[in-house]
């Protein structure tokens, strides 16, 4: 499932490809329908920026109202400027470019959404984004205050804590991982029982290590790709996550243990303390 990183990537992206854009049309090719169907507008939108919360792509709009969307398991958009359906295509925005110097003739380009799994939405909303929880980039160091005290009053494990997108929007399975073995941290020790230095450095190592995929425009493990088709580079730099027993830690050299939960996690029990 895509991540904070790999939302971020695609929202730049869309950003860059929707400026100066309109959508004048909305598609639905396939006969099947997404995790939240929703009813389009009929008219021309413009559209005024994209902005993310967490694992949320807004579509900005015209008087407050945005496109909501999730990108869920194996969501993906791709730009086509002759629009040829493909299996999985669930939603086309045909847009109008607005740069386009030959006002007689518009030019129209297509942003598709593809999900083969369908766990993601695309939803047109009359309101503003409603934004929730905390973001590990975009919030402030006041907010993330408030978090480690959540944390501090928090009977669940430390992995478990960091996966609840109640607190925390835009972790997953992979950086929350990966930030725990950065920060020497077990990832089933109760957060009330840990100290509040070690839950600091947890959530000082969960935006580290995000803003470290950032930089590498994500992790791709199975079939993420940018609107741009481009695949992430933060799978060569994985300590831990998707390791298994033969593998030996690069901090201690020693082998790794993984127990399954409602997902497997992999740690170092020498080095996670």
């Given at each position: 499932?895509?991540?904070?990183p ?36 009929k ?27 999730s990108?869920?398991?194996t ?6 400027n002759?629009?040829k ?25 297509y ?7 369908r ?38 494990d ?22 725990l ?93």
């Amino acid at each position: 499932m895509p991540e904070l990183p790999e939302v971020e990537t695609v929202r730049s992206e869309l950003e860059d490809l929707l400026a100066d854009q309109k959508v004048i049309d909305i598609k639905n090719p396939s006969k099947f329908t997404l995790r939240k169907p929703v009813d389009w507008p009929k008219k021309k939108i413009d559209v005024s920026g994209v902005s993310r919360w967490g694992k949320r792509i807004f579509i900005n709009l015209e008087d407050e109202n945005h496109f909501d969307i999730s990108l869920g398991m194996t969501g993906a958009f791709r730009l086509d400027n002759s629009y040829k359906s493909k299996l999985h295509d669930h939603v086309v925005l045909c847009l109008e470019d607005q740069k386009t110097k030959n006002k007689s003739v518009d030019r129209i380009t297509y942003l598709v959404y593809n999900d083969p799994r369908r766990f993601g939405w695309i939803q047109y909303k009359n309101e503003a984004p409603v934004l929730k929880g905390w973001d590990p980039i975009l919030s402030s160091s006041k907010e993330k205050e408030g978090l480690i005290q959540k944390m501090r009053a928090s009977k669940k494990d430390l992995y478990s804590f960091l996966m609840d997108q109640t607190h925390i929007v835009g972790l997953g399975n992979i950086y929350v991982q990966e930030a725990l073995f950065r920060a020497g941290a077990y990832p089933f020790k109760r957060a009330n029982k840990t100290s509040y230095k070690k839950l600091s450095l947890v959530i000082d190592k969960a935006q580290e290590v995000l803003r470290e995929a950032l930089r590498y425009k994500g992790t791709t493990i199975i079939n993420y790709r940018s609107a741009t088709g481009q695949e992430g580079g933060f799978q060569d730099k994985l300590k831990v996550y998707g390791k298994t027993k033969l593998d030996k830690c690069s901090v201690c050299s020693g082998p790794f243990k993984k127990i399954q939960k409602a997902r497997s996690v992999t740690f170092c029990r020498s080095c996670q303390k």
